[in-house]
């Protein structure tokens, strides 16, 4: 039971663009949601966070937008670099552990 | 303040031989997670520990793994006999506190079992 989805396992963006990182969710008691980056052979690495109860949090080039009534969860970098290619996971805290998504490579091409 | 230390980074065994697998949580960190990667696949949630106690063991597979984390010295994930499905990447993480999930993950160890 995937109670964490990223049903695109790739996306391919132009640098400069807006990367669009999806994921939606199926248990409404979640208390946050984050977005780590990962890099092959590497751990992930936290990028942004995001409470259930704001529906917005901002940090630099990344946005995390959240819609609780649709329980979707967004992750925008603005503009696109070459080095944020890299495996991106959302995850939802449920009594301190996180649920994870599957990931979603994004390549940003120069 | 150095991060999640983990080690070893990779380790190989044949079947049927024991893995142990290390963590040393930042400093401050009373909070370890143990995460399981299999190829393809996302994070896996596993054990989440605290000092000398198993706070949540649901994602651990129910025979030949377990996990602890002693007063003194590092947290250890054991698996015993182990199988070829066990080959993934097994990554720790630590947090000061539960509250808002942040969790600061080690390298992982990579495991494969010939």
């Known amino acids: 039971d995937q109670q964490v989805k990223q049903n695109s396992p790739s996306l391919s963006v132009q640098e400069g663009r807006i990367s669009i990182l999806n994921c939606d969710y199926t248990n409404s008691m979640f208390d946050y949601f984050l977005w780590y980056k990962k890099y092959p052979a590497e751990g992930p690495t936290f990028l942004i966070s995001?409470?259930?109860?704001?529906d917005k949090n901002e940090d630099g080039r990344f946005t995390v937008f959240l819609n609780k009534s649709a329980k979707h969860l967004s992750l925008h970098i603005v503009p696109s670099q070459p080095g944020d290619s890299a495996v991106y996971f959302c995850?939802?805290?449920?009594?301190?552990?996180?649920?994870f998504g599957q990931g979603t490579e994004l390549s940003v091409k120069p | 303040n150095a991060g999640v230390m983990q080690n070893p980074r990779h380790l190989v065994r044949r079947r049927g031989q024991e893995a142990r697998l290390r963590c040393s949580p930042m400093k401050g960190h009373s909070h370890v997670y143990w995460y399981r990667q299999l190829p393809e696949e996302g994070l896996k949630f596993m054990v989440y520990l605290q000092k000398e106690n198993i706070i949540d063991e649901s994602g651990m597979p129910k025979e030949r793994f377990s996990a602890e984390f002693p007063k003194e010295g590092p947290s250890i994930l054991r698996i015993q006999q182990v199988v070829r499905g066990d080959s993934a990447a097994y990554f720790c993480?630590?947090?000061?506190?539960?509250?808002?999930?942040?969790?600061?993950f080690g390298p992982g160890t990579r495991l494969t079992v010939l």
């Open positions: 995850a939802a805290t449920q009594g301190g552990k996180l649920i």
């Open positions: 995001i409470s259930s109860i704001k």
């Open positions: 993480a630590s947090s000061p506190t539960e509250g808002t999930g942040e969790q600061f």
